[in-house]
């Protein structure tokens, strides 16, 4: 179940410690200018270094391989590479039976019976979210003038993020955060009924970013302690622009024009310099649990321009099933 | 797209004041015991009738008129229609030109060119869950020893429920919910990576009812504020349970054999007893709006079991996905 | 996989003798006009009565359930049911044990142990084809100026049709035959690289209808006797229009704007008056086989419209693929 | 729509002279033993450089970048890519004017208006079948015991194939051909109704095959001419095996056992050193036509492994509906 989406469909392949990741692009329309800089920022932002995250450096440079010609998409699958060349190389094999607690290791090995590719997290980890922000780039370029940014919201339950930082590098933990994302020049009618409404639509590709844990829409959780009175958008204009935007600019599953607006929440990373014990799940004994590696201390801060990415291949999909995007460009 | 799952395929039509409602259930396996019956209690748990809900009574009885023969599925499609008995034939014309803020009318209009059917909600009518309900009913049978369970948490900002409906009621106004879900005797390895990961799967088909806002997995939005070495579950079994939930049952998208668990926001119904005005979208005038019909103050009491339909109908996917159901039982 | 289509999708459902057979039309556009009428015709062409097609009258009245509104398509999905009503109550519980040959007794009963409706062919009975040419009546409407037709080449290897028959009867056997295509007045562009070619779309949907065993486009299997200088069709003029049409309109899977044309073959019924006999899988014994019930002498004779209606589905999904449909009309 | 297959998921990408091509599997169950040498024989097999067959020579080594670790499939999406190194620069833009009888060229620039990637055939070129055959070799092994094959049974209309070629080279012409394809060891109970029934499965992704424009089951076109006493195929053991094979392995579209066995017709090579004009699309003028480039003769005589390949995909993706492919082996 590799490719989301029905008109603007991404399939994503890959593993943390292989040969190669990417994603391929199908039904993205011919004549869409794509080069290589076009990348260079959403990239930067997505990639490692500053403080909290992983000192793993990757040089994140996207291979064309099909679809693109003289840096015009042809209407053809575009299939996007990245060489993995910063891994080193140890001995994953030990996860197989003792698995790391809040990873994945434990599921992969029941579910793939051990065959997984469990290097890094294989093809669990986040690296593979690179082919998400490539896709993501060539979608924000077909959704213009829609305008999607995603934030920051607060880290470790603190609004100032870098003391939350500074706070967790301290302990040597890991924390989370939230993430509010808003997409502006919305049109109206977007989502389908009863199976694609907009809600839909989006959390299904968010929660297949790892770490997410929790999605609301406008208003969100606390629309269960307000009247309706107070929930119901009035209108203010005959465009539909509402006077508060507790739907989030979206009813009955459709855009209305107001922005797109939701928020979600980012688990604190797995991998931790605190001490942790696991079960060897062989002999069912308790064994102490070091996590040496390189690892973010809080993946939330490279988040933001993944969901923007996600946010974008939808609405990609949902433009060109209301045909407000053209085949040919 | 009103059809939802890969190998338990649900597909979903009608309008509130329509002939008739239904859904359409393909993938079902052949020799699963079925009768009208089977239907009643979940039936019962969604219909209203109670304080809190609409006093529009349907009779609800399922007309199953293919793929169940001599009371067993036969492999074939299962179509389980239910006659609109108890619609009100009044003018709903009007809201084409006065949409009713929080309701599914503007966009509806926008989106289909006035051609919609606007009585009483039309296609986006909650009505349209009845068959959800029934698709629910037969994957429970199908996805046994999985249970699931769903039970409002609170209503209003309240934890005691029948206050917060007694205070709505006074207050002519409406509210809303947050509804948790569990899954017991989950399997490990349900979830497919990278885009029908559990969360996934199940927040998409979760959205396509009506009026929820949000869902969060396991220690959810809260997980923002907690350490990573706080989040991670400890396991304390060699078959994977964990002494904490945090991850609600879910690792990198994948079931891990203890509890699948979630909660869902329920926003105020739109509809409410309060004065409220809207915009004349022809005119730009401002109209009062007076909101008669019969309705529900609280559409969240109603929706524990439509929850927990829906959660099944994923679980009957995931589970044929990963062959824990036999095509021929 | 009850499900057709990407964009304009149908689903089928129901059995010969169950209660209701039907199909569901989801993503036509908003604005159609439709009615009762509208199925008159084609309904009439696709009945049995006239000689070599079985004695059984349906009388084929379309209930749509859903999706239209005021006679005019709403967006919404669409369900049109058919009552079965004149089904022979007989014991068709034999067909288990000794399957006739020819159908799809064994492998039904293989499939779906033994839970199938034997009853009349059940979910596999040409019957179920009635609903496929209601949805080719809307889809006919859908793209214009684009015009099906289809019509019998010949039957039992003759031109002459009604001999044919006539020897069928005599010799109290049955008899198939060849169907040609055509869709006049065709876009360029329709069809969708590397896996939705007009060919492959076209003979997907076709060899769901029961009876067919081959499809060729154009020159057909006649081409592999031609030389390539000799198959390549002569460009004369500059919208594409070519000298001839041994592509079947059809180049790189592309219609390239000339009429598509294809021809099928319907094999002969497999209900015969003749002696037959086969084995019982229970005991292995040979058994005599006498078929009553009614059945047609040549079911190639109803099959045309079916095939229209087959192709019309197909050419709405490719044309809503090719944006040369809007969503609201 | 560049993917096929529900379960056992094959998405191609990649043009005749772009940097590379390739093709994903997705949802091949993990522990499959696959290394380079699998794909040896082959590849070998589609290559060109026999007699009737072009000059152009690929090393076409395959680079497995995904889902494969230590020789054995992991579950993951297995994406394999070959390098474009043999191909010739010239100038092909002039295809757009002047498109070549017989090809893409016409419909491709029409389609993706003039942005095509046109080198070579682009996304049209045969090219791209190098990968379905690939992914064919994996689903081989996925499928035994079941066994595909498929060989040529005529060329320009000849039973003597080395002969039909000598007179093509001499008549600088170029010829198609008729090629047959078995699978045997067939288990009972394939194919989905209604609309995905064995044939309709198969023929989808032969179409999808350059140059394939007929395809026929069993007795195909023949039974047109068949009585029904005739064509129905006899039970002789209780397993279904049957004196006949007129059905070609299916009965409702149900694999019945018996050798699944169909026909398809390539037709002759579009290219061709016969002397051949076409118009210039923009000046209405008749150009003659010089096809310099090195092409096939026959192009048929490289086809029979690809269909093998696609079949093989087929089955892969039906077994495991089926549940007769484990998930994990």
């Known amino acids: 179940m590799n490719t989301f989406g029905h008109l603007f469909r991404v399939s994503i392949f890959g593993e943390s410690h292989g040969v190669q990741i990417g994603i391929t692009i199908d039904g993205c329309p011919a004549g869409l200018p794509v080069?290589?800089?076009?990348?260079?920022?959403?990239?930067?932002?997505?990639?490692?270094?500053?403080?909290?995250?992983?000192?793993?450096?990757?040089?994140?440079i996207p291979k064309i391989v099909s679809g693109v010609f003289n840096d015009i998409t042809t209407g053809a699958p575009i299939t996007i590479l990245f060489d993995n060349n910063n891994t080193r190389s140890r001995d994953y094999s030990n996860l197989i039976d003792t698995p790391r607690p809040g990873h994945a290791d434990f599921v992969a090995s029941q579910k793939f019976g051990g065959y997984e590719d469990y290097r890094g997290g294989g093809h669990f980890s986040g690296r593979i979210t690179l082919g998400l922000v490539a896709a993501g780039v060539i979608a924000k370029k077909l959704i213009d003038p829609v305008r999607v940014e995603a934030k920051i919201l607060e880290i470790g339950g603190q609004k100032d993020i870098e003391k939350a930082i500074d706070l967790a590098v301290e302990k040597k933990d890991s924390v989370g955060g939230i993430i509010e994302c808003t997409a502006s020049h919305m049109p109206v009618g977007l989502g389908e009924p009863f199976f694609y409404p907009v809600e839909a639509a989006?959390?299904?590709?968010?929660?297949?970013?790892p770490a997410i844990k929790g999605i609301e829409f406008g208003a969100g959780f606390a629309a269960a302690a307000m009247w309706g009175s107070e929930h119901n958008d009035k209108f203010v204009t005959t465009s539909g622009k509402t006077s508060t935007?507790?739907?989030?600019?979206?009813n009955g599953g459709i855009s209305n024009g107001n922005d797109l607006l939701f928020r979600v929440v980012v688990k604190p990373t797995s991998s931790t310099h605190q001490p942790q014990h696991t079960l060897n799940m062989k002999t069912g004994e308790m064994v102490n649990l070091e996590i040496e590696g390189r690892h973010d201390t809080c993946i939330a801060l490279r988040i933001p321009v993944v969901i923007e990415a996600a946010t974008a291949i939808v609405l990609a999909d949902l433009m060109m099933l209301e045909q407000r995007i053209s085949r040919r460009l």
Do not use: L, Y
Not at 36 to 57: E, I, V, W
């Open 245 to 250: 935007n507790n739907a989030g600019g979206i």
């Open 35 to 60: 080069s290589a800089n076009d990348f260079t920022t959403d990239f930067n932002r997505r990639r490692s270094g500053s403080k909290g995250t992983t000192p793993r450096q990757e040089t994140d």
């Open 202 to 209: 989006i959390s299904h590709i968010i929660f297949s970013v």
